[in-house]
């Protein structure tokens, strides 16, 4: 309705970056290298995890053949390879991010950005794509103590953007980002990236998009009434 103020809260990973693909990728050469099986099926576990969290699933699947810490030895390994490659501006930005952040700031839209991954990271990485002065305020995982699929990083997110739930929507490619979005009591939108949404995702989002331009049209929708 316009004359109202509406707020955005994007997700990173899969959603403005295609970084989560790009990870896929180094996590399989190192697993040719390595001989590890079944990688992409443990990397899909992580997705929508912390560190920590990504550390146990991978210690689950691969310590008992290839030595405790393995994880650790992947989770740098792939963290060397991926800084290599994608440092410096080189991250891929998927489809229509530009399109839906200068649409929703010409509307008046207030965006906060709310990602698992440490808030230095974050602003560098926005700021390299020219993405950073989109946001009205960051909320990176080193400020919460419970990860997503928790809620607190968008109560987080909400209180310091001064946003009212009902009028704010979250944007999410992962099953724990909409679960926390939900949980927050927001208006989860789900834009898929690596994982389709089943019945569950469904449910819990108010719509599920199939790319960010199908999204910006959706908000346009509700915004301009």
Not at 30 to 57: H, L, S
Not at 66 to 81: H, N, Q, V, Y
Not at 97 to 117: C, H, N, P, Q
Request: hydrophobic share 40%; net charge negative; charged share 30%.
């Amino acid at each position: 309705m316009p004359g109202t103020q509406y707020y955005v809260i994007f997700d990173m990973d899969g959603v403005i970056f295609d970084s989560e693909r790009a990870c896929l990728y180094c996590w399989q050469e190192i697993a040719a290298d390595f001989g590890m099986p079944d990688v992409e099926d443990v990397f899909r576990r992580c997705i929508g995890t912390n560190n920590q969290q990504t550390r146990d699933i991978v210690e689950n699947a691969y310590a008992e053949e290839f030595g405790s810490g393995i994880a650790d030895r992947l989770m740098a390994e792939s963290s060397r390879r991926f800084h290599a490659k994608y440092d410096n501006g080189n991250l891929p930005v998927k489809d229509g991010v530009r399109e839906i952040l200068t649409f929703l700031k010409d509307a008046g839209v207030t965006l906060g950005l709310a990602s698992s991954t440490r808030k230095a990271s974050v602003e560098c990485e926005l700021r390299e794509a020219g993405f950073l002065d989109y946001f009205n305020h960051i909320v990176g995982g080193d400020a919460v103590c419970v990860s997503k699929p928790d809620p607190e990083i968008y109560e987080i997110a909400i209180r310091e953007l001064g946003a009212v739930p009902a009028r704010t929507w979250a944007i999410e490619d992962s099953f724990n980002g909409i679960r926390s979005a939900h949980a927050a009591q927001l208006r989860p939108i789900m834009v898929p990236d690596i994982i389709p949404a089943d019945e569950e995702m469904r449910g819990l989002s108010e719509v599920v998009c199939a790319d960010l331009r199908e999204a910006r049209d959706y908000l346009a929708r509700q915004i301009e009434g």
